[in-house]
């Protein structure tokens, strides 16, 4: 009896997150098409992996120059 009371509270508990779930996936703004996204001037394309790459790039040697800047200043 005890586990049959276990189960059917798991069953209640597992449909109450489901409904929670349900209704707040309900809440969230429709994702716009992209003929629509691309009417409204809304910029679809991912960037130029070469173009992250060489931010990536710039920001570590940044980095690097400014850490080589501060070993030379706390000698």
Same mark, same amino acid.
Request: zero cysteines; glycine letters at 6%; a positive charge.
């Given at each position: 009896?005890?586990?049959?009371?276990?189960?059917?509270?798991?069953?209640?508990?597992? @449909?109450?997150?489901?409904?929670?779930?349900?209704?707040?996936?309900?809440?969230?703004? =429709?994702?716009?098409? !992209? $003929?629509s #996204? /691309?009417?409204?001037?809304?910029?679809?394309?991912?960037?130029?992996?070469? @173009?992250?790459?060489?931010?990536?790039?710039?920001?570590?040697?940044?980095?690097?120059? =400014?850490?080589?800047? !501060? $070993?030379? #200043? /706390?000698q």
């Amino acid at each position: 009896m005890r586990a049959a009371f276990s189960l059917l509270a798991l069953v209640i508990v597992a @449909a109450l997150v489901l409904y929670l779930g349900k209704r707040q996936l309900e809440t969230l703004p =429709r994702p716009v098409p !992209a $003929a629509s #996204a /691309a009417a409204s001037g809304v910029p679809t394309a991912l960037p130029q992996p070469q @173009a992250v790459g060489q931010q990536v790039q710039g920001a570590i040697d940044a980095a690097a120059q =400014r850490e080589a800047d !501060a $070993a030379s #200043a /706390a000698q």
